[in-house]
């Protein structure tokens, strides 16, 4: 009876899921993808995947590979180690890894440890989301390159206990260290903040994951510190954003002060930059904390920021016995060029800016993989929607940063994930995907290769030990991150 009511019940109203009454060709044969890198954008094709039609049959095995032994991309080595709420985004996406159709294979870095024809001969489709993890500064002087001139990656994967980063050298003078960043967005605040916070022995440092060989060096090495930020161009043009900001300018007090020069406000007011004020609510808001803080200027008797407008770096003074910078030479800036094209002119006003560390905040850059350079242009894989091209038959999509270039929060990477997958899904739909690997037999090839990987229960392990008490400063600290390779083999290796 029931059977027979059933039967005569329009289609759509028994199936659970209406993408079920798609036109899809369920897979009827294994369809394997590699998704390269398990940063945010990698996690979130994971998590689109699984959800999408191509799962609805058994046949979808999604395997993850991270040249890095743990998962989750800057979530651990880029977002700040007070950020947690923004690092517990992987939270998110742990469930997805626990599925028997999803492999984890981390320490297995693409295009070196693995060759690209090893993955395009197993797999029928490849998501590229590999992040962009150079970085590059220009060198300002002719003699080798200064031992105080750093990247902010230097520091960043310095402070997130990325293995084998030795860090930059404190060449604090009586205890105070003077540091230089040139370029003002939000990685230049997060770093001023990580400094401020050590001289100020704040509880949330102590408590945050930042790696014990920065927290104790810092704080064993540095006893005051003084932040200049050189922006090239006005305070209309300030590349971070309110929050970021706003959390520094809560810090101040007796110890720490924030220092905006009344000058720089007033010449970035320009007819220019006061259209560009009008059309932006964001910039509104940014500007009034900016010109607030201008006109409250603040010392602090241990910790100082200096956000400092209209400066090009141009050249170093170098003490030539120690080959470090002592001072960073800047011409004075004026803006020429439309509302939002505003760039700066150098004028022959110059400026010298003391200093014991220098860090260039100017960016990060996308690689291609060994094999995919002539889909490469720009730090960026062009790419039509997510689709890249097709290599031995295996399709090729990308997201994320290696997508769009290093810009956005973690939040932007859900967006074109979601059109990636969208654009995988259409594809085999359409019957696209019936070239590429059969599938299977990654892990023969890993093992044929001598590659040794880290596992989703390795990396379980490897999590666990971390946040392990004994490791810790304080109680309340997240975890102690593992900084060494071997150890992290040594516990987390898939036998
Ligand atoms: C210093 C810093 C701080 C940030 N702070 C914030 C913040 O507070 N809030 C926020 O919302 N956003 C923040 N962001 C931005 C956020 O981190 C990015 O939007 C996001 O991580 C980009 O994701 P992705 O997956 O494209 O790249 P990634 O996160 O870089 O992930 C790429 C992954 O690919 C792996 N990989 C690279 N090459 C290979 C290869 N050849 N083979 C295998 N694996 C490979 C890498 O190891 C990495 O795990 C920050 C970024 C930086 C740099």
Redesign the pocket.
């Known amino acids: 009876m029931l059977t027979s009511r059933i039967s005569s019940l329009p289609l759509k109203s028994i199936l659970p899921c209406s993408h079920l009454l798609s036109p899809l060709r369920i897979p009827t044969r294994s369809l394997n993808v590699a998704i ?8 979130y094709a994971l998590k689109y995947l699984l959800s999408s039609p191509l799962n609805s049959s058994n046949n979808l095995r999604i395997n993850v ?4 032994h743990t ?10 180690p007070d ?1 947690q709420d ?1 690092k517990n ?1 992987s939270n998110d996406f742990e469930a997805a890894f626990e599925r028997e159709e999803v492999k984890f294979y981390g320490g ?6 693995l060759k690209l024809q090893h993955l395009t001969s197993t797999h029928k489709i490849i998501i590229l ?5 150079t970085s590059n500064f220009p060198s300002l002087t002719s003699s080798p390159s200064p031992s105080n001139v750093i990247h ?2 230097n520091i ?1 994967d310095w402070y997130n206990g990325v293995p084998g980063v030795i860090g930059p050298i404190l060449n604090s003078k009586n205890g105070v260290l003077k540091v230089t960043i040139i370029g003002g967005g ?2 230049t605040l ?1 770093i001023s903040r990580i400094l401020l916070k050590s001289v100020l022995k704040c509880p949330s440092l102590e408590e945050s994951d930042i790696v014990e060989r920065a927290f104790e060096r810092l704080r064993r090495e540095v006893g005051r510190v003084e932040v200049r930020v050189l922006n090239r161009r006005g305070g209309m043009q300030t590349a971070f954003t309110i929050k ?1 900001f706003r959390d520094l300018t809560k810090m101040t007090g007796e110890d720490m002060g924030i220092n905006i020069k009344k000058e720089d406000i007033e010449k970035s007011t320009n007819e220019e930059s006061l259209t560009e004020l009008d059309k932006s609510r964001p910039l509104k808001r940014l500007w009034k904390l900016l010109s607030s803080v201008s006109s409250s200027p603040t010392t602090g008797t241990i910790a100082n920021l200096s956000i400092e407008y209209f400066l090009n770096p141009y050249g170093y003074t170098v003490d030539p016995s120690t080959n470090t910078v002592t001072s960073v030479k800047c011409r004075v800036t004026e803006l020429e060029g439309e509302p939002f094209k505003q760039k700066p002119k150098d004028t022959d006003v110059e400026v010298d800016v003391e200093t014991d560390l220098v860090v260039w905040s100017t960016g ?1 850059k996308g ?1 291609a ?1 060994e094999g995919l350079e002539r889909y490469f242009d720009n730090g960026v894989y062009r790419c039509e929607g997510g689709r890249v091209g097709v290599e031995g038959g295996c399709r090729l999509y990308a ?5 769009r270039g ?1 810009v ?6 859900i967006q074109d994930a979601r059109e990636t997958v969208r654009r995988v899904v259409e594809d085999f739909e359409g019957g696209e995907g019936e070239g590429g690997g059969e599938g299977g037999g990654v892990e023969e090839v890993m093992r044929e290769e001598g590659v040794e990987w880290v596992d989703w229960e390795g990396w379980k392990r490897i999590d666990e030990v971390e946040r392990r008490r004994e490791r810790k400063r304080v109680d309340e600290q997240i975890r102690e991150k593992i900084v060494d390779v071997d150890e992290m083999m040594k516990i987390g290796k898939y036998l």
């Not at 590979?65 to 890095?68: G, Q, S, T, W």
């Not at 989301?129 to 993890?133: D, L, P, R």
């Not at 956005?408 to 990477?413: A, D, E, K, Y």
């Open positions: 390269i890198g398990s940063g945010p954008s990698g996690c590979f991270d040249k890095c998962p989750w991309g800057l979530l651990r080595s880029g977002v700040a950020h923004v985004a297995v870095e693409i295009g070196k440890t989301s590999h992040g962009c993890s902010s990656k960043v939000n990685v997060d970021e990060y690689e993989i997201c994320g940063w290696i997508r290093a956005g929060i973690v939040g932007t990477n």
